[in-house]
């Protein structure tokens, strides 16, 4: 079985995001998604405010296991109730076009700093949109970090 250019597959078969890619956004707020994942995504995806001032992109399907586990939450908690209001209300179903973009809402452009040339990374799950210079800087900051991590965060695994 040939698989060049398929999409890594996590747990359950759902597409393992990689890369970073750097598409630019056009006039009317379009951005082309990575050719590798235009299949994943063409049955729709949800675009919303992320961390660090960056856009998610998840497949329907992952947006959904996102609801779902957010539903069974306790209300009660106010971290909850925060955090939900947050990425609902940003939240923003779209579609790609026949090209293989997605039009991201102009309140959505504004919280990213979104403005012509961006960068796309993979980030499990999800795709992250991010302003070209804000990337940049996060990654120059994380790098010292990032290299320390791994103990922390994936302990006996790397």
Not at 79 to 91: E, N
Not at 133 to 156: C, H, I, K, M, R
């Amino acid at each position: 079985m040939e698989l060049v250019n398929s999409p890594l597959r996590g747990e359950g078969g759902a597409t393992v995001f990689l890369g970073t890619h750097t598409p630019r956004l056009d006039q009317k707020g379009r951005l082309f998604l990575p050719a590798k994942y235009r299949d994943e995504l063409s049955g729709g995806l949800v675009i919303t405010k992320g961390q660090e001032h960056c856009l998610y992109v998840f497949p329907t399907a992952e947006f959904q296991r996102v609801t779902d586990a957010l539903s069974s939450a306790p209300v009660t908690a106010k971290a909850v109730r925060d955090y939900s209001r947050i990425l609902f209300a940003s939240a923003s179903d779209e579609s790609c076009d026949k090209q293989g973009r997605i039009t991201i809402p102009p309140k959505l452009r504004a919280y990213a700093g979104l403005d012509r040339d961006c960068v796309v990374i993979g980030a499990n799950t999800r795709l992250e949109i991010w302003a070209d210079e804000a990337w940049s800087d996060y990654e120059a900051e994380q790098e010292q970090a990032f290299a320390q991590l791994s103990e922390e965060v994936l302990p006996g695994v790397l």
